[in-house]
């Protein structure tokens, strides 16, 4: 008997093997595969459901090691709550066995209701191998298995190596130093992209969780790939695509590679797809021809793709709770509340706190003396102000040490004691609207927990913990550092890519529906490695707005521009050029900034007055600005 056993990968068949197997898209004149051939049998008394030839292979294990991958030498790839995907060798040859885990009652309905989850996927990989859709093939399911005393059903599949995700294979692209030879590799991956999206949705076959991930990209050779779907058991078979099921699931698509591709990049690959559209028409039973023109489906993609990357935020909103699987609730000595970070989901490049897991024992360890962090201060980035005093300070963790930012607001007056008193506190607004932008890919350091001693519904005091940002400076500090060093042609470089890169910035905080009221240079650090690149810190003047005014944008740049008034090599055509990059939007006049200019001296010039009263005001109660 055979054991199962990590195998090395091995190389791919060739063009001609993969053309007669249908297992690379063919072209419109091609012969759709046959149907596979289904057989049911009983193995070691375990029913298996599987294609013909393939029984062998089952054979030669007992039931009870299909549930034990990992003591038969298997290597996990992925594994979740619901599904666990390994990777083994049997008989010479690599397989991937995905278990679905039939766990709570939600799950015992469904299975009820649909059957074992498995069979969905193994009906959609036989339509995709049966219409030459290039996807992971399926061989054998069976879904009366148990692993750990539970219930759960099993998929083998054929293992397609070497491979990679597309999200993955994609950003390696983006790396390449060599703009023509990223530009090319780019434009290699959209034609079999376009083309694979394009026969699926001709032949009925709408992937309805189309996302990066869940597409895999097999190198054949220089600038050749095959691209196939992976996660089939969400796919909707053998009904005619429609022009709204088209949109929203290139709508879907187009979430991640909005943000990883270029405008000119994904324009090309909708006249691909189009193009690969019209090809097919009269190859499938349930093809169509797209009610929609190019510029149509750019309009209605747009829209779809708002309404899409919504609903996405709203979800991970949901996520920011303090009960699950990313957060942990927290109760501490002296009355201390709060909910702190355990995990992320999607850990990021910049942010060390996101690769880290910190199990609610450690925070209690941490923070057993929440306000101690102000009596021992560790490092130079201290505030002591009227309004709040932060302090930095440093977290041990099994990674090592991690640098964090500890703020406790404060009222100023008697007016603001009051509203102090009113839940939410300071520090909890601060903790949402962190994540707020977050989710929804805007810069801001990583809130970590935050905590509230209350008096039943009146907040006495509260804190709030966020990740430290090694190596920034705020925006205005890091102009006059640059300049003081810089040559004149090295100074106009820099603050041209800094422009341009606060303005995006700007743009895409105010179309992600967020007004920032106090929107200054202190407000806004720069990092400069490895890359230049922007931060929001100090969220309490920030608010959702949903759809802003021309009075909240022209506040917004006023208060920038103001700040920003006492900083050296900073020029009247500087400003300018940023005003003109902040308005560069669809459908926007050339000339916009004209009408926008008088407007924004004018407030500019308010808020000068208005700052220099304030200022005089502190002066005189507090001693100091």
Same mark, same amino acid.
Not at 531 to 559: E, K
């Given at each position: ?11 791919? /068949? ?37 294609? !013909? ?54 799950? /015992? ?72 030879? #990223? ?19 001709? /032949?009925?076959?709408?992937? $309805?969780?189309?996302?990066? /991930? ?48 270029? $405008?000119?990049?994904?324009? #090309? @690959? ?9 090809? @097919? ?29 919504? #609903? ?54 941490? @923070? ?54 009113? !839940? ?56 006059? !550092? ?102 560069? #939007? ?40």
């Amino acid at each position: 008997m055979e054991t199962l056993q990590i195998a090395e990968p091995v190389e791919p /068949a060739s063009p001609q093997e993969r053309w007669r197997t249908g297992t690379r898209a063919a072209g419109p004149s091609s012969e759709s595969p046959a149907v596979p051939q289904v057989e049911q049998r009983r193995i070691d008394a375990l029913p298996w459901t599987l294609r !013909a030839g393939f029984q062998r292979v089952l054979a030669q294990l007992p039931a009870a090691a299909w549930s034990d991958p990992q003591g038969r030498g298997g290597q996990p790839i992925k594994q979740s709550a619901t599904r666990d995907v390994w990777r083994v060798a049997l008989d010479g040859q690599s397989y991937y066995l995905k278990y679905y885990h039939d766990h709570g009652l939600r799950a /015992a309905l469904k299975r009820l209701l649909r059957g074992p989850a498995c069979q969905a996927e193994w009906r959609a990989g036989l339509y995709a191998l049966q219409h030459g859709i290039a996807a992971v093939r399926p061989l054998a399911y069976a879904s009366a298995l148990r692993r750990g005393g539970r219930g759960c059903s099993l998929l083998v599949t054929e293992a397609i190596e070497p491979a990679y995700s597309l999200h993955e294979f994609w950003q390696s692209v983006l790396c390449d130093d060599d703009p023509q030879r #990223r530009r090319i590799e780019a434009a290699a991956l959209t034609e079999p992209l376009a083309e694979l999206i394009a026969r699926a949705h001709q /032949a009925g076959f709408e992937h $309805l969780d189309m996302h990066a /991930a869940n597409l895999l990209v097999q190198p054949l050779g220089p600038q050749q790939y095959r691209l196939l779907f992976v996660d089939l058991q969400s796919a909707r078979l053998g009904r005619p695509v429609s022009d709204r099921a088209v949109v929203r699931n290139l709508a879907q698509l187009n979430q991640w590679f909005r943000r990883h591709s270029t $405008l000119t990049e994904r324009l #090309r @690959f909708l006249r691909v797809y189009l193009r690969w559209r019209s090809e @097919f028409e009269t190859t499938f039973e349930h093809a169509r021809p797209l009610g929609l023109t190019f510029e149509q489906l750019v309009r209605a993609l747009a829209r779809a793709a708002e309404r899409h990357a919504r #609903r996405l935020w709203s979800a991970r909103d949901r996520r920011v709770r303090p009960r699950g699987r990313y957060f942990a609730a927290l109760r501490l000595a002296g009355g201390w509340r709060g909910v702190a970070y355990m995990r992320c989901k999607h850990p990021q490049a910049e942010s060390a706190a996101s690769r880290l897991v910190l199990e609610p024992c450690r925070w209690q360890e941490m @923070f057993a003396d929440p306000l101690g962090w102000f009596r021992a201060a560790v490092g130079p980035a201290r505030k002591d102000s009227h309004s709040a005093t932060v302090s930095r300070g440093v977290l041990p963790t099994p990674s090592g040490e991690l640098a964090v930012i500890v703020k406790r607001p404060l009222a100023r007056n008697w007016r603001r004691r009051l509203r102090h008193l009113l !839940a939410p506190s300071r520090s909890r607004r601060g903790w949402k609207m962190g994540y707020a932008l977050l989710n929804r890919d805007l810069p801001t350091a990583r809130p970590l927990a935050y905590l509230e001693r209350r008096l039943g519904p009146w907040v006495r005091d509260n804190l709030l913990i966020t990740e430290a940002i090694d190596g920034a400076r705020p925006l205005d500090e890091h102009l006059r !550092a640059v300049h003081a060093v810089s040559s004149p042609r090295d100074w106009f470089r820099h603050k041209r890519a800094l422009s341009g890169l606060l303005a995006r910035q700007l743009r895409r905080l105010e179309e992600r529906g967020f007004v920032h009221r106090d929107c200054k240079a202190r407000n806004v650090l720069v990092v400069t490695q490895p890359a230049l690149r922007l931060v929001w810190i100090d969220l309490d003047g920030m608010r959702r707005a949903g759809v802003l005014t021309r009075d909240d944008r022209l506040r917004a740049l006023a208060r920038l521009h103001v700040s920003l008034l006492e900083t050296p090599g900073l020029t009247r055509t500087d400003r300018l050029r940023f005003l003109k990059a902040y308005l560069v #939007r669809f459908g926007s006049r050339p000339d916009a900034w004209r009408d926008l200019w008088p407007k924004l001296s004018a407030a500019a010039d308010v808020k000068v007055r208005r700052l220099a009263a304030r200022r005089a005001w502190k002066l005189a109660h507090y001693g100091r600005v």
